[in-house]
């Protein structure tokens, strides 16, 4: 093939993923990827009145030709979007297309096939009307009965109307033995069994990726001949995309960079009355000028403001993540955690050489977080804002209920089998479960059961809201990707997620929710009326001993992240005393270390460091990574340092491996990762057993684990909380009453 077309049904979700995919067969080098053309574009079923909204008339190809063609495209998707009445997308109407609503784009007209001639006819000659110079008929194929006929009824409707004829291949799957869970996923898509779903279902598998040798026994030489006319026409690629920040952030008469610098430099002096160290002065000087060299000055200045907004509100809040690394977030006041306290470099928030976007998480009050979303959307309007999407897979349950749905088992055998997922081994049901069970696995529709959940598992489920991802551009964010009503009132998403917005460099603010910062918002109103005077985060003192002490004797019902059995079960043993200790102890009791068997070397090396300092070991060529954490590594920045020191990954693989292993994606493909690890590890000296552990650590934060500046961000609001449970109890209780976990 010399070029594809992607063309979801009114959508566009998918078009970053195959960009990514081009990309990296160019990247790798496979022949031919170089002068591949992906087509962007997407496809709209057109109902005419006198068939209804039951049966549409024909189908829409649209393709985008140019940047400005693929902008039309994305408001054209975005209206029909929002248009439906609810989540999803709305009839549209042959008399409601106009030609300006699609300029720049080429459009492709798929009928209905039984269609009369007259009514071919008639839909041709509005097609060429509506889109002349840019339009074709298009012939679709698939070993059908009356192919030929057929056939010979659309050269003489495309002769009648002047219209070139095209073949395309309206294709479902890339390989022809995927029918099976093609039908599954038509049935799922229906919501009923396979055996209802009748003609809905396609009566063979021939709208695969077909070889050309096939297309051309298929379809006449002119008609795959008019396809390289059509991708000849489409040159747009999505790196074309130019992301804008918005300008209302920048005071008239300042610079970005001025006015950053300025609200830095205040900030400073508000954070450190007594004067800022010099080694904090170097650090802003520095963050300053990388910023303003990658140009983000524009991104930190709008979490500025929606920090500045908030508290002008009195809304509690808080950020956290990377950006706690950052001296110049903590003089914003986005974030809390002095960065003098921290051991984690900038350079793992923003760095010149990753060259990705920074990220900055904001927590807020869960109960008023509401008030902070409807003010962007008021400030900069709906078709300049919206939420990012989040793409839901499937997972062992839901793939095991859709799949067992389809082909028709009963409910209640479906939830017995779902409710045992523990059983699961990745690929199938194990058979002796099974016959446990009272079921057959020989049987052929168990087989399909088996074979298609495991398939499906990993596929997108559907789009759903990100819990706080705001993408802000400078002009019409539905220029760039298409705007959707979520299905949650007074909410609209775009149909890309994070990732996707990572892949194009478009940057996102996350403004998200914590039900500990409206505690904690009550209890310091509770205290500031009871002393008389305004009372914060800023009143509480470092390094309180009655406050340690209390942590110590695992007296933290209610503490932030510290009250579990298992958090206070170790906070005797670990007997933190400062705050790193804190630190420590939020990323120790997490799936990643305990998987990996981190936790009690770590108290063994932690009871050996109490005793003699100099009995800690660490493995050869390992303390510069391994030495805050006594030998044994616990963060995903460690794990990272340590592959790249004594593993032979580069820092792009290291990198890569982070965003595997990242908290938010659960089995995030680690295992890809293992032979080079453990065969690094080992080539380096390192034993096996110790190489092993790693990767266990690894395959833990596949399924969650913290990075050093997040458990940062979150041991602040462990000792805040700490503190005022023992020196403010009563006021501390009242502020938990919502907290039903408590209660």
Known sequence: YRGLAITDDCSLAGVVRAHQGWQDAIRAGVPGAEAFRLMIGSTFKVHEEALGEQVPAFTLIVLARRRLGYGLLCEFITRLRRSAQGKGHATLWRSDIRAAELDDCVVLLCPRRGASPEELLDQATWLRRLFQGRCWLAAELHHALDDGAWLRT???????ARLPLVATGDVHMHVRSRQPLQDVLTAIRLGKPLQDCGLALARHAERHLRSRLRLARRYPPELLAETLQVMACCEFKLSELRYEYPEEVVPAGETPASHLRRLSLDGMAWRYPQGAPLAVQQQVEKELALITDLRYEKYFLTVHDIVRFARSKGILCQGRGSAANSAVCYCLGVTEVNPAQSTVLFERFISRERNEPPDIDVDFEHERREEVIQYLYDKYGRDRAALTATVIRYRTRSALRDVGKALGFAPALIEQVAANHQWWDGKGLQHERMQELGLDPSERRMRLWQELS?????????LSQHTGGFVIAKGALCNMVPIENAAMPDRSIIQWDKDDLDALGLLKVDVLALGMLTALRKTFDFVAQRRGVPFGMQNIP???GPTYDMICRADTIGVFQIESRAQMSMLPRLRPRVFYDLVVEVALVRPGPIQGGMVHPYLKARECFRQDPSSVTYPHGLEAALQRTLGVPIFQ???????VMAADFTP?????????MAAWRSKGGVHRFRDKVITGLMRNGHSQTFAEQI??????FG??????SHAASFAKLVYISAWLKCHEPAAFLVGLLDRKSVV
């Not at 659309?154 to 009648?160: D, E, G, K, M, Y």
Request: hydrophobic share 35%; aromatic share 8%; charged share 30%.
């Open 154 to 160: 659309l050269r003489s409707v495309a002769q009648a």
């Open 454 to 462: 495991g398939v499906l598992m990993g596929f997108p489920r559907h």
């Open 542 to 544: 470092d390094d309180d």
């Open 637 to 643: 920045e460690q794990v990272m340092q340590i592959v």
């Open 652 to 660: 792009g693989e290291a990198d890569e491996l982070r965003r595997s």
């Open 695 to 700: 990767f266990s650590q690894i395959e833990g």
């Open 703 to 708: 399924e969650y684990g913290f990075p050093e």
